[in-house]
Structure formats: C-alpha cells, structure tokens
C-alpha cells in the first residue's frame, strides 16, 4: 500500500509504502520511502510496525512497536534534526491510542458479550 503524509509542523511531504506481514507471534507492517516520490530532507527511511497480542499475559490488549531508521539530508540544519529526533519521532505514535480505541468501540459495539 502507498500512502502520503504531512510530518510534524514542518510541513514535510512524503510518501511511504507498506508491506503487511501476518505472523503467529505478532503481525508487523514493513514501511520505506517510495523510491517514485523524491524528498530534498529525508534521504532514507525504513522501519516496523510490529504488533503483540496480550502482552505481558494482559488477554485482550495489543502492544504497538515501532521501530525505524532515517538519514536526512546534510543540508538540514542540526537544530531541525535534533528537535525531529527528540520531540517528532517521539509523537509519531500519538494518534494510535485515540484511532484504536475509537475503532474497538465501532466494531465490538454491535458484539453480544
């Protein structure tokens, strides 16, 4: 799947494709920059969303992993790079939480328990 984000208040465009992988001890989700759509700051990324079913023996919970590698351009600036890795990377997960919860509560509503 392709997809295209908006990053952090910069602005910063990219896109990005995702290969889904089932697996017994937990799915994950394989994500690099699209080679077809160019990016001036950010020269390389990849990484894993990783899923774990009932963490820590807690059935019915899910813990998220991510796990990632970028290179920026040399022209950035180190202030920039060094706020990204800080504060950016740090909030790509914020919206998780809220869009799943929202989620479980449109598909098991209609569940008889």
Known sequence: VRAQ???????????????????????????????AS????LKYAKGIWYTQSNPEGKEGY????????LRVSKLLPQWI???AASRAMPRA?????????????LWLKDRKI
Not at 63 to 69: F, I, Q
Not at 93 to 105: G, N
Request: proline share 7%; glycine share 2%.
């Open 5 to 35: 984000f908006s990053l952090s208040k910069f602005r910063l465009k990219i896109a990005a494709l995702h290969k889904y992988r089932p697996h017994p001890k937990g799915d994950y989700m394989i994500f690099t920059l699209d080679p």
């Open 38 to 41: 160019r990016n001036m700051a």
């Open 62 to 69: 899910t813990r998220v992993w991510l796990l990632c590698e």
């Open 81 to 83: 790079v060094d706020y």
């Open 93 to 105: 997960t914020t919206w998780l939480k809220p869009q799943t919860e929202t989620a479980a509560e």
